[in-house]
């Protein structure tokens, strides 16, 4: 192993691969190798200005014994940036230490005279490059040993019924509901991000820890070390960004649902919200708005003065948000401009098709500017110059027909290589051009999101879910990961996405005990897809906004009056909450901390708090403790030791460090009042 040392670097070269390690923040290192004879210039999720760090970078020899009993020296090297020490050995083996303790090494199970693993007869090594037969890019395999005890957390969104990842296999790719942000979190006190938009897989298994891509030029990572997980996570934005403020008159109620297909719908729902005396601060046109897609543009026959609508919804306080699809239809009148000029994605074998529901599209290739500048264009013309707001930038994954990513190219390179940053580019369609504008706080609605992809003003939401107490569990599970992720800006479907029949007694409990955890959480936001499908359509044409169905109505009022004064009274503990809320924000874009968090977040000093999945903080002030089964109405929550908790519903104080039994009833879902 021959060893380069540079300024606040440590290069070693073996083999034909070229390893780099360099400070990279406080008290963190990136982590690269090649096997190329270059590095790229991609730094994918580490964007911001990294602080001036100054490690220390040596040589040190170590006593060898060879295989006849002998003795002799190898060089090994360090380097060390603040309580954050890598040490690389003579065969490219990296360990890591924080204060000097062993947190993290990775993997070897092959016989050379050094670290032995298992048998020597395995042939396992730590970092694995295969040559993509055909190809240029490499896959790589990279291991690390498993750490007994370990929790990990984080990683973004999946659907599952736990929170702890140890023990895991977690897809790197993004699908409709399945989120991959890379960054975990480990209670040893460290933060890991796999800086690699490639579509592969992560086990955190018992046995070893294995990171694959399918096809990528370098290994790129990024390790820091704290002393709690707030720590942890303030390191992690700092080097890829920060959320921005969040605008003050978004903190109350977003109005949505599936779908409102007539600008006279929009203003008849916003007319008796402002006469029930309940401000929305933005409501939401949802899909098939349009003609077909890909025109991104309202279909005039159903919205003859898009213009006129949003002036009289502003007159009312109430922002306007409007769905916009990746997806371009053949019938499209921008399909065949952007197939000409190389703008949407392309297909390695067989038709020209990503994407088929309500048509025949192909979805635009985002990683493109042009791309970005065309669609922009479009919708700036068809939409932000009405005084449109924002922008819901719905299947943002894509949400392909068929999740076939070896089969999908973009410019930047093949799905497989870049795939995961393929909603943050979308995001910046819009991003980047709103920001230039000057208008305010930049706030789009994705269903997607990547590392880093906080900093483009996205309010992510967990995605078309089902209406299910058990579904309603997991997106607890999902928003906390999400959180701890980097991603403070997130948010679910209230009662789920897909509901069968509005009617259901069992639903509409699903509906408030969803309302009253959405309440104490960043973005309250009424959606679903509400059956029964019994409302007619429009027209009998087979496109534009009449054909398509809709849901049953979905405002605060539309499921009985029982209920409507039930979320009535929570809408009022939301808005008596605004100020509180606005510090949660304003925390978010100083040191990433997210609005939801989980009970360890709070109290790392409470071993109990690593085990509780089923309650959470909503910032530091309350202790939230969901109802997460059907006829439930009491539940056991534990209060954290080191203070004081009064129960909200009765005012009764008790002392931390207890389990204790309260009472739920439909009307009230367990919250507690941190008091010191």
Request: glycine share 8%; charged share 25%.
């Given at each position: ?444 609605l994705l269903r997607c999101a990547w590392a880093g992809s906080q900093k483009y003003g ?219």
């Open positions: 192993m021959e060893f380069i040392i540079e300024k606040n670097a440590l290069v070693a070269k073996r083999g034909g691969e070229t390893l780099r390690i360099e400070a990279w923040g406080k008290d963190s290192l990136r982590v690269r190798s090649t096997m190329f004879s270059d590095f790229t210039d991609n730094v994918w999720a580490l964007t911001e200005d990294k602080s001036e760090a100054c490690a220390e970078v040596r040589t040190f020899e170590i006593d060898h014994w060879v295989g006849d009993g002998t003795i002799d020296k190898r060089t090994n090297a360090s380097i060390t940036n603040g309580r954050l020490r890598a040490e690389v050995n003579f065969v490219g083996i990296i360990s890591f230490f924080r204060d000097d303790k062993l947190i993290l090494r990775e993997y070897y199970a092959s016989y050379d005279g050094t670290l032995l693993k298992g048998s020597r007869c395995l042939k396992i090594v730590n970092r694995e490059w295969k040559g993509i037969i055909g190809g240029s890019d490499y896959s790589l395999n990279l291991k690390f040993e498993a750490n007994k005890g370990e929790k990990l957390f984080g990683m973004g969104q999946y659907q599952q019924d736990f929170l702890d990842l140890k023990g895991s296999v977690l897809e790197l790719a993004q699908r409709n509901s399945q989120i991959s942000v890379p960054f975990a979190v480990s209670n040893l006190g460290y933060g890991f991000l796999w800086n690699n938009p490639a579509v592969g897989r992560v086990t955190f298994g018992k046995n070893y820890t294995e990171w694959i891509a399918r096809s990528t030029k370098e290994m790129d990572y990024w390790i820091t070390v704290g002393d709690t997980p707030k720590d942890i996570v303030a390191s992690y934005a700092s080097v890829t960004g920060h959320a921005p403020k969040f605008p003050e008159d978004l903190m109350g109620l977003w109005q949505c649902k599936l779908r409102y297909r007539t600008q006279d719908e929009v203003l008849t729902v916003a007319r008796q919200y402002q006469k029930e005396g309940i401000k929305i601060d933005q409501i939401v046109i949802d899909f098939f708005h349009w003609t077909v897609q890909g025109d991104w543009k309202f279909d005039t026959k159903y919205w003859p003065d898009p213009k006129a609508m949003v002036d009289e919804l502003h007159s009312m306080g109430i922002k306007v948000i409007v769905s916009v699809w990746p997806s371009v239809d053949r019938k499209s009148e921008n399909f065949y401009p952007m197939m000409d000029r190389g703008l949407l994605i392309k297909t390695e074998r067989g038709a020209a098709q990503t994407y088929d529901y309500q048509g025949d599209c192909v979805e635009i290739d985002p990683f493109n500017p042009e791309t970005r500048k065309y669609v922009w264009d479009v919708c700036k013309k068809n939409y932000y110059d009405f005084g449109i707001d924002a922008f819901w930038l719905d299947n943002s994954e894509p949400d392909y027909g068929v999740y076939d990513f070896e089969n999908y190219r973009y410019c930047a390179g093949p799905a497989l290589s870049v795939s995961n940053m393929y909603p943050q580019m979308y995001s910046r369609v819009f991003y980047d051009e709103m920001s230039k504008l000057g208008d305010g706080t930049v706030v789009n996205n309010v992510v939401w967990s995605g078309d879910v089902p209406s299910t107490f058990e579904a309603f569990k997991e997106q607890l599970f999902a928003g906390l990961n999400m959180g701890l992720a980097g991603i403070p800006w997130w948010t679910t479907d209230i009662g789920g996405f897909m509901t069968d029949d509005v009617n259901d007694p069992d639903f509409r409990q699903l509906l408030i005990r969803w309302y009253q955890f959405a309440v104490y959480s960043a973005v309250l936001r009424m959606h679903g897809d509400r059956g029964p499908y019994n409302i007619p359509p429009l027209d009998d044409r087979d496109f534009g906004g009449g054909y398509l169905h809709t849901g049953q109505p979905n405002e605060l009022w539309s499921y009985g009056e029982d209920n409507y004064k039930i979320m009535r009274h929570y809408y009022d503990i939301r808005i008596s909450m605004h100020d509180y809320i606005k510090s949660l924000y304003d925390e978010a874009s100083t040191n990433g901390s997210p609005l939801i968090r989980t009970m360890f977040y709070e109290f790392p000093n409470d071993d109990k708090c690593w085990e509780l999945e089923d309650q959470y903080m909503f910032g530091s002030k309350y202790l939230v403790a969901p109802i997460f089964e059907l006829n439930r109405f009491d539940r056991d929550v534990y209060l954290p030791e080191g203070c004081k908790w009064k129960l909200t519903s009765t005012g009764e104080v008790y002392v931390g460090g207890q389990s204790v039994n309260v009472d739920a009833p439909i009307e009230y879902s367990p919250v507690f009042e941190r008091v010191e």
